[in-house]
């Protein structure tokens, strides 16, 4: 599955279900989401063995109270629907690819 998807809080549990999945909780307004953005949809270009998707914290506010979201970006890991691994703020090409090797390989 190549790219981002953007999904709601009623696709959430669905997409994280199965297999490797990596969820950017983002917002129109946020300037570090904005940086974050074309780093992760690179890697989703890079990775198709991975699912890729953004949550729209405002809009999906339930969810991201669940997950305790205080931050964005918020990037979370998911394997086989479960939480493996979150990181909070902008993170660098590289660091993200430290973070798939880590989790997922």
Do not use: H
């Not at 430290?98 to 989790?103: C, F, M, P, T, V």
């Amino acid at each position: 599955m190549e790219g981002v998807k953007k999904i709601t809080q009623k696709e959430f549990g669905s997409f994280i279900k199965s297999g490797n999945t990596i969820i950017d909780f983002y917002a129109d307004w946020c300037g570090p989401c904005k940086i974050v953005s074309p780093i992760i949809e690179g890697a989703s270009k890079e990775n198709k063995n991975i699912k890729f998707a953004k949550i729209d914290v405002d809009k999906n506010n339930e969810l991201a109270q669940r997950f305790g979201i205080l931050s964005i970006p918020t990037i979370m890991f998911f394997k086989n629907g479960e939480e493996v691994d979150v990181v909070v703020g902008a993170l660098s090409k590289e660091e993200l690819e430290e973070k798939i090797e880590s989790n997922f390989n």
